[in-house]
């Protein structure tokens, strides 16, 4: 089992990131593992992929949005507002490789259908690709520049929108995690946050059984 770091200093906008890269490692495996059963067009795999491209959006939303401009503010070298751009890049590149594979699947319009696992194994590449640039070079470079009350501010600045995905968020990331990387992942949530995820958020995300084949 993959686990994420969850850093020392984060505030929860910042744990939420790494958490979430962790998640997308693991969706994709299950989708792939789906594809190569040649299950991919499952309801609960589909629903699966659905809730994983929600995800892919709502973390480049979150990053374009608020957090890359929020440091391109105050990165003064030109090096560092090239990675900034690189990011950005790197979103761009995704999109079309996700409509590959919602093609693949059925899933779009017209249904078109086509070869699941290479449209599978594209986007895994290329999203790994992403994270791992993004683990060694934005996320930190936003780590050295973002002071704790900045993170807060961006906290503050993305609520409405984190807030509206939080219930489908949260459980997504502790599914699967081994017991102690989930208990410190929801200890770093906010008390009220974690009860509801007890009794509300985590036995509703079980019941939609994402992946299931
Ligand atoms: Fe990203």
Redesign the pocket.
Known sequence: METFAVQPRDTTCHTLLYASHHAFRRDLDRLAAAAAAGKGRAAHVRAGWENLKEQIRL??EL?DRWLWPRVERVVARRAERAVLEE?RA??ARLAPLVARVDAAMGAGAAGEGGDLRAAVRELREALER??RH?ETS?LPLAESVLAEAEWQELAAESRGRCEAGTPMFVPWVVDGIGPVERSRFLTSLPKPLRELNRVMWEPRYRKRRLWSI
């Open positions: 973390h480049q990053q990011m790197d979103h992403h994270l993004e934005a």
